[in-house]
């Protein structure tokens, strides 16, 4: 029997940014050392076109990072993999903090492998822009939020995983504190002589620290923008 539904091409896209060419950018990062099933089988479902303006579509499914504008990137999808194969190691993710919205894409590979995610955006026209992926992606476990997240949202914790998508000098021990038991931070610590991407783990009262990757984020940032 033939199916009536017809496919969305905007969604789905055409030509450079097809089904096809997502396939090639998961292939990819499985030679780069991603693992996870889960993670992979996410980054293949998931639309990165949407989230990248008109004029970089062409390289949406490059695995590169991306300018979205107001001096802020749509991540590298390697990162992403990276960062999200990383918390989820641990096993199942019931609350996940991410800290940087940007224009929704880390959010949108977290959600799917999480019960509830809350995401902070101190940029308010990025935080529109993810608003309006992340409904057309009919994602309806991600609370977002226009705000100052540098500290990290203490009224949902404990959180089993925090992301954090830009770099302070050192590690918040706000974010530590928000910890839930054996839960794992993903966070760039570093300024512009270098940064490293680090998972720090919660054991007990003990913060196990391990470096993933040397990366490039931009700054962490106190405070909101409106316009």
Avoid: W
């Avoid at 055409?14 to 992979?40: H, P």
């Avoid at 390289?59 to 979205?68: F, G, K, M, P, V």
């Avoid at 974010?175 to 300024?191: E, F, S, T």
């Amino acid at each position: 029997m033939e199916s009536n539904e017809k496919p969305n091409l905007h969604l789905d896209g055409i030509g450079v940014t097809s089904r096809r060419a997502r396939e090639r950018l998961v292939n990819s990062l499985a030679k780069k050392g991603i693992k996870s099933g889960e993670v992979l089988d996410v980054m293949r479902a998931t639309p990165r076109h949407i989230f990248v303006d008109e004029a970089f579509s062409h390289l949406s499914y490059e695995d590169r990072a991306l300018n979205i504008g107001y001096r802020q990137t749509i991540s590298q999808p390697y990162v992403v993999a990276r960062m999200t194969e990383a918390v989820l190691a641990a096993g199942p993710l019931r609350r996940v903090l991410e800290i940087g919205t940007g224009c929704g894409y880390q959010t949108a590979i977290i959600a799917p492998l999480a019960e509830e995610v809350h995401s902070i955006e101190r940029i308010k026209p990025l935080h529109d822009r993810a608003v309006a992926n992340l409904r057309l992606l009919g994602l309806d476990n991600v609370h977002l939020l226009h705000g100052d997240g540098s500290l990290g949202y203490a009224e949902q914790s404990p959180y089993d995983a925090i992301i954090v998508t830009a770099a302070p000098l050192g590690v918040p021990k706000e974010l530590l504190a928000q910890l839930a038991p054996n839960g794992r931070l993903a966070i760039p610590v570093g300024g512009e002589a270098g940064q490293e991407l680090r998972l720090i783990t919660r054991v007990k009262d003990q913060f196990v620290n391990r470096m993933l990757e040397h990366v490039r984020f931009v700054p962490l940032l106190k405070g909101r923008v409106r316009n």
